[in-house]
């Protein structure tokens, strides 16, 4: 027979643990069981996939110098690094603007493109004061049109070297808006446009920042720590949670308004490096990874923000 003493203090034990993992799992969400489905493979570190709203799904190929687009079941060679005439070297972000046009950060010489439907290129914008920007990384519109993006240049947890540009809509005027940040990486607004929420990838976390009636960002803090990899490319759904692709974490970790993580899901690879919500419903998930050099979706539950400047 148990000494009620010691059954006391194992009841006590038992409790404590019992409340101390609920936390845990109240704090983390549960690990989804549904499976990525893969949509295309052979791809050469892809990143920055883009929805047209019409079917078509673009995907950088970073270390390959090509845009992919999958339509369906087929995929095809949209764009081509091309010096002479200049088309692009390397890219990374795409998005779409409400006039059909496709946005690249091309990183591999520091300028952002506009992309018409039929593959013609012209330098959106090349650098800042004279000099051109260091590696554009993601980028977003607001619904005024204005283009803001990521630059990072090195890579380290005391290199603030990061930043993010603005492109006026009318004037094309580049301004920066926010500076000091370990590689900044992805990059979107909140639905009010209130707030920009910035990956600060070599500290392993999100930062979130006010922005002011000049569309500068300022009060940076931290809205959520990821240790264990680098929160990637990111996007919101339309209750304000925000979808991060964890590199190196093989995650996607989905974050309430309050910056609580509410579900996670588990990708085919370590290095899931972007997201795009899309669809009729906007309820498939497309997912760039870079360990597998695939593209993959899924579909969630909850339909993702459209984006300002979409042409959907």
């Not at 059909?100 to 959106?124: H, N, Q, R, W």
């Not at 914008?125 to 607001?142: H, Q, T, V």
């Amino acid at each position: 027979m148990i000494n009620p003493k010691v059954k006391s203090v194992l009841f006590f034990i038992f409790g404590f643990f019992l409340i101390s993992f609920s936390e845990l799992i109240s704090q983390t969400g549960n690990s989804n069981m549904e499976k990525f489905e893969k949509v295309l493979d052979g791809l050469n570190f892809p990143e920055g996939p883009a929805w047209d709203g019409k079917g078509n799904l673009y995907v950088s190929n970073c270390h390959g110098g090509f845009i992919t687009k999958i339509s369906g079941d087929s995929s095809s060679v949209f764009l081509k690094a091309s010096e002479n005439p200049f088309t692009l070297n390397k890219t990374n972000g795409l998005t779409f603007f409400k006039d059909g046009s496709l946005f690249a950060c091309e990183f591999g010489v520091g300028k952002m493109l506009k992309i018409s439907p039929d593959g013609k290129t012209e330098i959106y914008a090349d650098g800042y004061k004279g000099k051109r920007f260091n590696r554009p990384n993601d980028l977003a519109f607001d619904s005024k049109g204005n283009l803001y993006f990521t630059d990072p240049n090195s890579y380290g947890s005391d290199i603030l070297d990061g930043m993010v540009y603005k492109v006026d809509y009318i004037t094309k005027e580049v301004t920066p808006v926010a500076d000091s940040i370990a590689f900044s990486n992805g990059i979107a607004f909140s639905a009010d446009e209130k707030y920009a929420y910035v990956c600060e990838s070599a500290l392993n976390r999100v930062i979130k920042y006010a922005i002011d009636e000049n569309g500068v960002f300022y009060d940076k803090h931290v809205f959520i720590d990821l240790p264990g990899g680098d929160p990637d490319g990111i996007a919101f759904d339309i209750d304000g949670n925000l979808y991060i692709a964890h590199f190196g974490g093989g995650k996607i970790y989905v974050v309430s308004p309050e910056g609580k993580i509410i579900k996670t899901y588990d990708t085919p690879g370590k290095k899931p490096s972007n997201l795009e919500f899309a669809g009729d419903d906007m309820k498939t998930l497309f997912l760039t990874e870079d360990e597998t050099n695939a593209v993959y979706k899924i579909r969630v539950e909850t339909p993702g923000l459209k984006l300002f400047c979409a042409p959907y």
